[in-house]
């Protein structure tokens, strides 16, 4: 199953990403967790102290790599012929990073081209690897990503079994996300779910839901504002930090029960 977590910055994706992976894990799915984002801290919240993870290089920036495998020579200015399809079978194995006997975390980096539309070699490495992941018989691959699905784009966006949008319990946060989860119906991802995080008020959700979402065709879900998660990461710690009795981790349980039943 290949999930995909989006949703505007700040409103809890790679909370909710590393909450997942773990709790996937932990229930006997072999997992692997992705980074896209351009700030990457999924790591951070996989339980890599701020130092530790300050020091990955994400394969979208790693032009070492990429000159190494699609033939580009870095120093010469980048060539206008590469390898598009670079060897990446094996760098999970090179630069995955095991949390646990289940879980490994590959940072990525941002795919997004930049803007002058040059692709580099760094960035088609990396988009080679997702190409690869994706279309792979992993178990379970669960990218955090930056916004929405278009910058997987077509091709790469409809290998995912499911997006799930993060967003707040506001009336704008939620529009938003009906946003980004219209695009993830147009790049044709077959489940969507929106999953309301920081929720004080469960009551006021459903009403609020239904604000924006006139047709309930797109189930959602629920998680707690959860003091806990703040002073985990404030102890630089990650999600394994908090504990298992805490609203969150209660939460994530019926949430995985829900998408995996
Ligand atoms: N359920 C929650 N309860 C309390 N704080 C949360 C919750 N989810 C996320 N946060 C906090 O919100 C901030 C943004 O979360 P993060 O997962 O980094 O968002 P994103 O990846 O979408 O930018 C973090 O400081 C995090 O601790
Ligand atoms: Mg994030």
Same mark, same amino acid.
């Not at 929405?148 to 091709?155: H, I, K, L, P, S």
């Not at 219209?182 to 929720?199: A, P, Q």
């Not at 459903?206 to 065709?217: D, G, I, K």
């Given at each position: 199953?290949?999930?995909?977590?989006?949703?505007?910055?700040?409103?809890?994706?790679?909370?909710?990403?590393?909450?997942?992976?773990?709790?996937?894990?932990?229930?006997?799915?072999?997992?692997l967790?992705?980074?896209?984002?351009?700030?990457?801290?999924?790591?951070?919240?996989?339980?890599?102290?701020?130092?530790?993870?300050?020091?990955?290089?994400?394969?979208?920036?790693?032009?070492?790599?990429?000159?190494?495998?699609?033939?580009?020579?870095?120093?010469?200015?980048?060539?206008?012929?590469?390898?598009?399809?670079?060897?990446v079978?094996?760098?999970?194995?090179?630069?995955?990073?095991?949390?646990?006997?289940?879980?490994?975390?590959?940072?990525?980096?941002?795919?997004?081209?930049?803007?002058?539309?040059?692709?580099?070699?760094?960035?088609?490495?990396?988009k080679?690897?997702?190409?690869?992941?994706?279309?792979?018989?992993?178990? &379970?691959?669960?990218?955090?990503?930056?916004? *929405?699905? =278009?910058?997987?784009?077509?091709?790469?966006?409809? +290998?995912? @079994? $499911?997006?799930?949008?993060v967003?707040?319990?506001?009336?704008?946060?939620?529009?938003?996300?009906?946003?980004?989860?219209?695009?993830?119906?147009?790049?044709?991802?077959?489940?969507?779910?929106?999953?309301?995080?920081?929720?004080?008020?469960?009551?006021?959700v459903?009403?609020?839901?239904?604000?924006?979402?006139?047709?309930?065709?797109i189930?959602?879900?629920?998680?707690?504002?959860?003091?806990?998660? &703040?002073e985990?990461?404030?102890?630089?710690? *990650?999600? =394994?930090?908090?504990?298992?009795?805490?609203?969150? +981790?209660? @939460? $994530?349980?019926?949430?995985?029960?829900?998408?995996?039943?």
């Open positions: 199953m290949k999930i995909l977590v989006a949703g505007k910055g700040g409103v809890g994706k790679t909370t909710t990403s590393a909450l997942l992976a773990y709790e996937l894990s932990k229930k006997g799915y072999k997992v967790a992705l980074d896209t984002d351009s700030v990457p801290n999924l790591a951070q919240s996989l339980g890599l102290s701020f130092e530790e993870a300050s020091r990955i290089v994400p394969l979208s920036r790693n032009d070492e790599l990429a000159a190494e495998r699609t033939g580009a020579k870095p120093g010469e200015g980048w060539g206008v012929f590469f390898s598009l399809t670079p060897k079978d094996d760098l999970v194995e090179k630069y995955g990073i095991r949390l646990n006997s289940n879980l490994t975390l590959v940072v990525v980096g941002s795919i997004e081209q930049s803007k002058e539309g040059c692709l580099c070699p760094a960035i088609a490495l990396a080679a690897f997702l190409r690869h992941v994706l279309l792979e018989e992993n178990e &379970i691959v669960l990218v955090d990503s930056e916004a *929405g699905a =278009e910058v997987f784009g077509r091709g790469l966006a409809e +290998k995912f @079994d $499911i997006m799930l949008c967003a707040e319990p506001t009336l704008k946060s939620l529009q938003i996300a009906k946003k980004l989860l219209e695009m993830g119906k147009e790049l044709e991802i077959d489940n969507l779910g929106l999953i309301v995080n920081k929720v004080r008020n469960k009551e006021a459903p009403r609020l839901y239904s604000q924006v979402f006139s047709n309930a065709e189930p959602f879900y629920m998680l707690s504002f959860d003091e806990s998660i &703040i985990a990461e404030n102890l630089d710690k *990650g999600v =394994e930090a908090v504990p298992e009795a805490s609203p969150i +981790k209660r @939460d $994530i349980k019926k949430l995985v029960e829900n998408l995996f039943s």
